[in-house]
T-cell receptor, first 114, second 114 residues
Framework: AQSVTQLGSHVSVSEGALVLLRCNYS??????LFWYVQYPNQGLQLLLKYTTGATLVKGINGFEAEFKKSETSFHLTKPSAHMSDAAEYFC????????????FGAGTQVVVTP | DTAVSQTPKYLVTQMGNDKSIKCEQN?????MYWYKQDSKKFLKIMFSYNNKELIINETVPNRFSPKSPDKAHLNLHINSLELGDSAVYFC?????????????FGAGSRLTVL
């Protein structure tokens, strides 16, 4: 069975600083990988996904993530944090042919300070 | 036009009551899901339907009964509500295609059991 580990339940960054959120998965076969964002009192919105091909994936709002098979990681970055990036971020995986059964990490709350 | 809409957004009720949450999607997707987000923000899949057929049924108490009258609607009925059922319930939909299914989430229904 898949598992997803997000390092750090809370991350505080200064406005303009690098945002780095870590995600590792456990699988013998690379799954499909996703990052979702949840703004307060809202549903989840897809930031980006990795399926196959280029390992550096660009998403919305200036975020990108890099799939590293050797490290079983899919870390999310943004070069310069904005106040509007304050939200909960979830890494998730789907095993192939699992009928879209997304398995989520525990989430990382990002706080952006002026 | 809201892509995945859930009603009600908030639900406060007493232990032992029965309640329902409704979900509708206008994306033309063939697969719908119910996820539960607990007080620690952890997200876990409960059920999924593909073209009205139940395809994912996680370890959920049988007090929870999903129903999909058509592929655009998925309802969740909960009998004999317990304190532990308090959570945010998210509906989601996707189109099952080869490769990764990208889920579109509703805004959530916050259930509080007193």
């Amino acid at each position: 069975a898949q598992s997803v580990t997000q390092l750090g339940s809370h991350v505080s960054v200064s406005e303009g600083a690098l945002v780095l959120l870590r995600c590792n998965y456990s699988s013998s076969v690379p799954p499909y990988l996703f990052w979702y964002v949840q703004y307060p009192n809202q549903g989840l919105q897809l930031l980006l996904k990795y399926t196959t091909g280029a390992t550096l994936v660009k998403g919305i709002n200036g975020f990108e993530a890099e799939f590293k098979k050797s490290e079983t990681s899919f870390h999310l970055t943004k070069p310069s944090a904005h106040m509007s990036d304050a939200a909960e971020y979830f890494c998730a995986v789907i095993e192939t042919d699992s009928w879209g059964k997304l398995q989520f990490g525990a989430g990382t709350q990002v706080v952006v300070t002026p | 036009d809201t892509a995945v809409s859930q009603t009600p957004k908030y639900l406060v009720t007493q232990m032992g009551n029965d309640k329902s949450i409704k979900c509708e999607q206008n994306l033309g997707h063939d697969t719908m899901y119910w996820y539960k987000q607990d007080s620690k923000k952890f997200l876990k899949i409960m059920f999924s339907y593909n073209n009205k057929e139940l395809i994912i049924n996680e370890t959920v108490p049988n007090r929870f009964s999903p129903k999909s009258p058509d592929k655009a609607h998925l309802n969740l009925h909960i009998n004999s509500l317990e304190l532990g059922d308090s959570a945010v319930y998210f509906c989601a939909s996707s189109q099952r295609t080869p490769g990764a299914n990208v889920l579109t989430f509703g805004a959530g229904s916050r259930l509080t059991v007193l």
